[in-house]
């Protein structure tokens, strides 16, 4: 960290702790105040209560205050209150929650006892019955009541939103949330980026405790394992507080799971759907809640939601090979060396449970035990074609990607033989994933101080036989496959030659030459133990609350795999093999598809056969394989002070020690293999601060500084080395690196945001965000010509490897709108909208290899999402329209790659991407509600390029998807 960086860290630090220690320690003479004095037992009482809306529905994140008192809570997930350390007497209690009317109550105090406060609240005007009687509209009433109580900025997201469009998985809801974009993969939304970072730096907890990622080797959770109906909502805290895990630069997303509430809940889905891809594909979705509590006070409480869905994806993908040609005149052109044609049939069935039993001790004093459980096999069968240039003569700046195998590798013109035919593969995917967690906690309020404690296991695991390949040579000497530049048109589209279509549908000039098995699995157990307390006291005006606690969190990973071999004896012709798949429309009609044979059928005959193969593997020795323990032990201390006028300042520190105890393999320059341990050992300080000043009727402005680590991924630790011979773009062979000497990268975040409440309901928020960030891990990017892997082919690598760059910065906007326009005469009264808007910009500095400074991977300088809503009577419609501007997606240019950092070889890039879902209900009476929903209406393409647009690597495509069906509601009997 440079010099100027540690120094302003330092003072940020110590400015916090002086902010703690002005809270904690009292002035002179504030223990002569009577509230100091810890009253004897019997001589104070309580106020609890539960807040209901008029249908009976519990209302989260209400303002409950004791005026006189200057003494401030906010409702739970159960939508209860607690106040307790009050002396006898009468007190008055105000209840606001945006959208609803506010309440005033006075009640009297007992000493010795709990007086019991139960407010039904009524909407704002009479035309806002919607935000009671539409899900989804109460729901968005929900996130804005819990995003105001919150303390640092952050975003909710019940789950009735979630359900209210579609929703593939918890992913792809995620991603409408302002300054939420998406990392997909193979038609899913994978893992999650906030304001322009990376997915390594967002950490994911299930109420509160880490939850391990279900992909090998990496920190940041997939998310596409998670069916969304199954949780109660998300946060998505885009500052952190020092009673959180550090680890979230990004963000910390934290998963809740449900619990009863005292209005017993019964609901079940059930969708189906189709998608016209690869002559039809269909889907089906049901879900279902059940949950209500039981005994004298309803003291025991218990919920289940559980969900099945099946998801036939289907993918047609076109992945070329770009490169710029200087034709025999002179003439420099775009050009395309290769090109992959994809398809790609899934059955991709998920399953999932969650929910929790709970239990009311008494009045500020219940113990949970919560779980979430999700399992998930990404099945399916993925052909590939991969088409190769035969013209001769041409100037190339990776001619070795060429069809004419006479070319030089480093330079010179494409040089006869020029008759590559086009090559192909198959592969079964069949990863089973799962990911669950367990945890026991309690909350127990006292007088005039609280205690609560937490014990938490969560694992996941990544199994199966997750990418199994079946090879094939083209024996043909004749290939007349060639790239047409003349008929070109769109650089999305590269034309080739008929002769290249004729050719991958002659399967008799194919020969299968054996498979590629993954077995084995990785695996990963996290277990923590936490407990914190708080002690609360007032001195005039001022409302004290200091919090202090201790964590403990462990993680146990290993990767256990290897690759078995099977290698044929004799010449087995595809033509053996039936074609599993025709597709007149393949890639919308602009290519011919292929003979398409599929894994199972050549898995069938090897194991029908074994006489005809020879069987190798590399158990035991397979440079994947890694195992790392890593402890964190953490504690913190945070302040809170509610000074007069709503004035609310939180401060706090938190240090966190991490140790991670690591063994791999080590391959000599024989690629002979040996044991390896290490070590390492650091600490990080954590300082953070929020202050919320009131602006103006309905009017807030949050100023917050937090500062977050994010640590390597275990993969980049732990495994020596990874291979593939399937890349993107003009790198066909990748190999990536350890690197054992890595560091955690260190941010610094500052937020300024100002926030308006509409009288009725509504929100509009305006936030600028600057982020400064130490020793960004980043790939460094080199070309091995001749190099070999341990168990991999020779050939032309292209070799990455994490390392720690110097410095960057990270600033933006984030501008959110929100309301329903009930004020509108007659229909229109039904509209609404929830629209969000982010900017980005960023800078890295000291890349090895590079002079430039280009912006961090995953900043999207522009994005927004639109959704316009109805709700009037029984019909509800919502639609979401995104957009994320094209992003880095990861470095690959280095200083004098031929083309420039705008060519061919340049960094890999996201496209732009925009995608229009759109969902509808209608209720009939019985709580029968019909559903119509309709996912990526506008058949958006999603895909990366190098360098700039015309060099694209990758362009798939999935088709809409349409679905039907029930949702049914029981009414509750109390």
Not at 626 to 641: C, K
Not at 755 to 766: N, P, R, S
Not at 913 to 937: C, E, M, P, R
Not at 965 to 974: C, Y
Request: contains cysteine; hydrophobic residues 30%.
């Amino acid at each position: 960290m440079p010099v100027h960086a540690r120094r302003w860290s330092s003072c940020v630090t110590l400015l916090v702790l002086t902010l703690l220690l002005c809270g904690i320690l009292p002035p002179a003479g504030a223990s002569s105040i009577s509230t100091m004095a810890e009253p004897a037992p019997s001589s104070t009482g309580s106020i609890s209560g539960t807040l209901t809306d008029s249908a009976g529905a519990v209302l989260r994140g209400a303002r409950v205050s004791i005026p006189a008192r200057n003494q401030v809570v906010f409702t739970d997930q159960q939508g209860r209150f607690f106040f307790s350390g009050l002396q006898p007497g009468e007190y008055t209690v105000s209840v606001s929650y945006v959208g609803f009317k506010k309440v005033t109550k006075t009640v009297t105090v007992s000493a010795g006892s709990s007086t019991s406060l139960n407010l039904q609240l009524q909407v704002a005007s009479s035309n806002q019955t919607v935000l009671v009687s539409a899900a989804s509209a109460s729901a968005e009433v929900e996130a804005v009541n819990e995003e105001r109580a919150a303390d640092n900025i952050m975003q909710v997201l019940p789950v009735k939103m979630i359900t209210s469009l579609p929703a593939p998985n918890l992913g792809n809801a995620l991603g409408r949330l302002p300054g939420v974009s998406l990392t997909r993969n193979e038609g899913q939304d994978q893992y999650v980026q906030v304001r322009g970072t990376e997915p390594r730096l967002t950490n994911t907890t299930v109420d509160g405790f880490n939850l391990p990622s279900a992909d090998p080797g990496v920190r940041e959770y997939d998310y596409s394992v998670l069916p969304p109906s199954i949780i109660d909502s998300v946060q998505v805290s885009k500052t952190l507080q020092a009673n959180m895990d550090g680890d979230g630069i990004g963000a910390s997303i934290n998963i809740i799971t449900k619990t009863a509430t005292d209005t017993p809940t019964y609901e079940f889905t059930a969708l189906g759907g189709y998608n016209p891809i690869e002559n039809g594909r269909g889907s089906t979705d049901e879900y279902g809640t059940w949950g209500r509590r039981f005994g004298p006070g309803k003291k025991l409480g218990f919920i289940i939601s559980g969900e099945y869905n099946y998801d036939g994806t289907g993918i047609n993908d076109m992945e070329p090979t770009p490169d710029i040609a200087t034709l025999p005149n002179g003439q420099t052109t775009g050009w395309f060396d290769a090109q992959d044609l994809r398809t790609y049939m899934f059955h991709r069935p998920r399953w999932g449970v969650g929910g929790s039993l709970d239990y009311r001790i008494k009045p500020g004093h219940t113990i949970y035990l919560r779980y979430l459980y999700s399992h998930y096999n990404d099945s399916g069968d993925k052909t590939v074609y991969t088409l190769h240039d035969n013209t001769p003569g041409v100037q190339l700046l990776v001619p070795g990607n060429s069809g004419c195998t006479g070319t030089p590798t480093d330079s010179g013109a494409t040089t006869a033989p020029c008759n590559t035919p086009p090559s192909f593969y198959n592969q079964q995917e069949d990863a089973q994933i799962s990911t669950g967690a367990l945890e026991l906690s309690s909350m127990h309020v006292l007088k005039k101080a609280w205690y609560s404690w937490g014990a938490d296991v969560a694992t996941s695991i990544f199994g199966g036989e997750p990418f199994d390949s079946g090879n094939f040579n083209n024996n043909s000497t004749a290939g007349d496959c060639h790239y047409e530049p003349g008929n070109t048109t769109d650089y999305h589209l590269p034309q080739w030659s008929l002769a290249c279509f004729a050719e991958i549908n002659q399967p008799q000039n194919y020969v299968f030459t054996g498979t590629q098995r993954s077995p084995g699995h990785s695996q990963q157990i996290n277990i923590g133990f936490n407990v914190s307390a708080g002690y609360n006291w007032q001195i005039g005006k001022k409302y004290d609350s200091l919090e202090y606690g201790a964590k403990f969190r462990s993680m146990h990973q290993y990767a256990n795999t290897y690759n078995l071999n099977a290698t044929a004896n004799t010449a087995i012709p595809m033509s053996m093999f039936p074609n599993r798949l025709k597709q007149p429309r393949y890639y919308n009609g602009s290519y011919q598809d292929g003979y398409n044979v599929f894994y199972s059928d050549v898995a069938k005959y090897v194991k029908q056969n074994p006489t005809d193969f020879t069987f190798n593997d590399d158990k035991g020795v397979d440079p994947s394989d890694f195992g790392i323990v890593e402890h964190i032990p953490a504690f913190y201390a945070m302040n809170t002070i509610d000074f007069a006028r709503g004035i609310r300042l939180v401060a706090g520190l938190r240090a966190e020690i991490t140790t991670d105890k690591i063994h791999n393999l080590t391959f000599d320059a024989n690629n002979n293999a040996s044991p390896n341990h290490f070590s390492n050992t650091y600490y990080d300080i954590l300082p953070s601060a929020s202050l919320r000043l009131p602006a103006g009727h309905g009017s807030f402005v949050r100023v917050d500084y937090s500062r977050g680590v994010s640590r390597p991924e275990e993969v980049s630790l732990g495994q020596a080395i990874s291979w593939s011979q399937n890349g993107n773009g003009s790198y066909k062979y990748t190999a990536s690196l350890n690197n054992p000497n890595l560091k955690a990268e260190v941010g610094d975040d500052v937020d300024v945001q100002y926030d308006h409440y509409f009288k009725t309901f509504g929100v509009f928020t305006a936030g600028y965000f600057y982020k400064h960030l130490s020793s960004p891990i980043v790939t460094e990017q080199s070309f091995a010509p001749n190099y070999q892997p341990p168990g991999g082919p020779q050939g032309s690598y292209l070799i990455s490897q994490p390392i720690n760059a110097g410095t960057s910065w990270l600033q933006g906007i984030e501008l959110q709108y929100w309301q329903h326009w009930t004020g509108l005469p007659g229909l229109l009264g039904g509209l609404g909208m929830n629209a969000n808007y982010s900017y980005e910009t960023s800078r890295i500095s000291s890349i090895t290899g590079r002079t430039d400074h280009p912006r961090l991977p995953y900043d999207e300088p522009n994005s927004f999402n639109i959704g316009p809503t109805y709700n009037r009577g029984p019909l509800s419609m919502q639609m979401a329209l995104n957009f994320n501007q094209a992003a880095i997606f990861a470095y690959q240019y280095t200083d004098g790659t031929a083309g420039g950092p705008k060519g061919p070889l340049g960094d890999i890039y996201f496209y732009n991407h925009t995608q229009l879902d759109a969902q509808g209900g209608y209720k009939f009476g019985h709580g029968l509600q019909l559903i119509v929903s309709a996912w990526n209406l506008n058949n958006e393409e999603f895909g990366f390029y190098n360098g700039s647009k015309q060099y694209p690597i990758q362009r798939e495509f999935y088709q809409p998807t349409y679905t039907f069906g029930l949702h049914w509601t029981p009414k509750p009997k109390h």
